[in-house]
């Protein structure tokens, strides 16, 4: 297992694996229209500019893309848009290490990192909560689902 800064020739592999790993995690949170939407935010359009600006890293096993981890800028906040791992490889820290080679960067240039998950994403609640990730507020989903919620955590980097 490797985990690497993603490459523009990686782009087709993330959305394969993107294709096999969202929808079927989503599917009993959001349902399964909600859940396939959610590939809008993986095509290689989406994924090109974050990859080229050295925001993304993968987990690397063999030749297969086996997790996927990207950051980003919300407003004057650092972000984690993406943290997703095969399910066969779930509990093994794969995560937390893939999850701490894409903040590591941050490091030099913020002292917080917040990340998003649906409320009804409970396996990422205590993950994140495990990892030390703080619930900083909640917001309602537009669809007023109490699933699709999303709150919103703060990693707070140690100086």
């Avoid at 079927?24 to 290689?44: C, M, N, R, S, V």
């Avoid at 600006?53 to 906040?77: N, P």
């Amino acid at each position: 297992m490797a985990i690497r800064l993603a490459r523009a020739d990686d782009l087709a592999a993330i959305e394969r694996f993107a294709v096999d790993v969202v929808p079927a995690h989503y599917a009993p949170i959001l349902g399964e229209d909600a859940a396939l939407a959610q590939l809008q935010w993986w095509t290689p359009a989406r994924m090109q500019p974050a990859v080229e600006a050295h925001r993304v890293h993968v987990a690397v096993e063999g030749q297969a893309i086996v997790g996927v981890a990207e950051t980003g800028v919300l407003g004057e906040d650092h972000v984690v848009w993406k943290l997703y791992l095969a399910p066969e490889l779930r509990g093994r820290a794969i995560g937390a290490d893939l999850l701490q080679h894409a903040v590591a960067p941050l490091r030099k240039v913020t002292d917080h990192v917040l990340v998003e998950h649906f409320a009804g994403n409970t396996k990422a609640a205590r993950f994140y909560e495990r990892e030390g990730w703080a619930v900083v507020r909640t917001e309602a989903s537009r669809s007023g689902d109490p699933a699709a919620a999303i709150v919103w955590r703060r990693f707070t980097f140690a100086r």
